[in-house]
């Protein structure tokens, strides 16, 4: 994975030209998921996809009179700094709130990338194209706003600091995710192996710890922010590894009960009050339907509990 920074400006505009590719794309199939639903909506989706078609020519144009016919094949998921989305075919059925708010993220998303583009070009022509370019994605972002006719329209402001939210969540539930699913392991295989809470409680900080400064790291190197404005990495970093740390403290924490079997009986209470809640963040902040949420979240962690207990009682 390339950081954008080492990007030439031909590698740029294969990039731009792919961005504008996938998104008009993205736009078909918003339409006809929508389109026995919200007639009027997936119009709207038709001339963003048509608009989305006219920037990818102007930017083929541009491309082809600099560089020739052939462009390298870039995209966005060999650029460090972009947002991973799950595919939209994956999303059935497609509510129009969250077909209105992804096509709001995608296209403040790639008005960054314009906007950093254009502020590390020199060349004249392409520096006009891109503000033009950045222009319209605002006016993509306005649409968006105001498809549906009784909801609140935010402004761009409102938008762009939802986004950020969305995106500072992100790192924070993946590490509290990870950080109360993958320490249940070693910690009821050490209950049930020593019988001992301070044993236990010791194995379980450690895990906890451990896999906090783990995914810390791997957060903080994952995306730079440039493009996406999730901030700064290492804070992030510094969110996840946190979360991870508090998701394995949570259970560990009963063990300081010298009683093992009490503290166990506790410590099972707490991991269903965090799978619970970790169901519902992703419920409310990423769209997930409440059933898959509690389904995944839950099963994921009974695995993981039932593996410790297995290899504790071996």
């Known amino acids: 994975?390339?950081?954008?920074?080492?990007?030439?400006?031909?590698?740029?505009?294969?990039?731009?030209?792919?961005?504008?590719?996938?998104?008009?794309?993205?736009?078909?199939?918003?339409?006809?998921?929508?389109?026995?639903?919200?007639?009027?909506?997936?119009?709207?989706?038709?001339?963003?996809?048509?608009?989305?078609?006219?920037?990818?020519?102007?930017?083929?144009?541009?491309?082809?009179?600099?560089?020739?016919?052939?462009?390298?094949?870039?995209?966005?998921?060999?650029?460090?700094?972009?947002?991973?989305?799950?595919?939209?075919?994956?999303?059935?059925?497609?509510?129009?709130?969250?077909?209105?708010?992804?096509?709001?993220?995608?296209?403040?998303?790639?008005?960054?990338?314009?906007?950093?583009?254009?502020?590390?070009?020199?060349?004249?022509?392409?520096?006009?194209?891109?503000?033009?370019?950045?222009?319209?994605?605002?006016?993509?972002?306005?649409?968006?706003?105001?498809?549906?006719?009784?909801?609140?329209?935010?402004?761009?402001?409102?938008?762009?600091?939802?986004?950020?939210?969305?995106?500072?969540?992100?790192?924070?539930?993946?590490?509290?995710?990870?950080?109360?699913?993958?320490?249940?392991a070693p910690l009821f295989a050490a209950a049930f192996a020593t019988h001992s809470s301070w044993d236990t409680f010791l194995i379980g900080l450690a895990a906890s710890i451990g896999a906090g400064i783990s995914m810390g790291f791997a957060e903080a190197l994952s995306d730079d922010g440039t493009l996406t404005g999730r901030g700064h990495p290492w804070m992030r970093g510094a969110i996840t590894g946190l979360m991870t740390t508090l998701g394995g403290l949570g259970h560990t924490l009963p063990y300081l009960i010298p009683n093992v079997y009490t503290a166990t009986t506790i410590a099972v209470i707490v991991v269903l009050i965090e799978l619970g809640t970790i169901a519902w963040i992703r419920h409310k902040y990423m769209d997930t339907p409440l059933g898959t949420a509690i389904f995944q979240v839950v099963v994921g962690g009974l695995l993981v509990f039932l593996a410790g207990v297995l290899i504790g009682n071996s």
Do not use: C
Not at 75 to 81: A, M, P, Q, S, T
Not at 115 to 135: F, M, P
């Open 1 to 184: 994975m390339r950081s954008f920074d080492s990007l030439t400006e031909q590698e740029v505009l294969a990039l731009a030209i792919s961005l504008e590719e996938d998104d008009a794309r993205i736009y078909d199939d918003f339409a006809e998921a929508l389109r026995a639903d919200f007639p009027e909506q997936a119009e709207e989706f038709v001339k963003m996809r048509k608009e989305e078609d006219g920037h990818r020519h102007r930017l083929l144009d541009l491309y082809r009179k600099k560089f020739g016919e052939h462009i390298p094949l870039i995209r966005r998921d060999d650029v460090r700094g972009f947002v991973k989305r799950k595919p939209i075919w994956l999303t059935r059925p497609l509510k129009l709130s969250a077909a209105r708010k992804r096509a709001q993220e995608m296209e403040i998303e790639t008005g960054r990338f314009y906007e950093v583009a254009a502020s590390r070009t020199t060349d004249v022509g392409l520096r006009q194209l891109l503000g033009d370019l950045i222009d319209e994605e605002r006016k993509h972002v306005h649409t968006a706003q105001t498809m549906e006719a009784n909801a609140h329209v935010e402004n761009e402001q409102a938008a762009q600091k939802r986004l950020f939210l969305l995106q500072i969540i992100q790192p924070g539930l993946a590490g509290l995710m990870d950080g109360s699913v993958s320490t249940l």
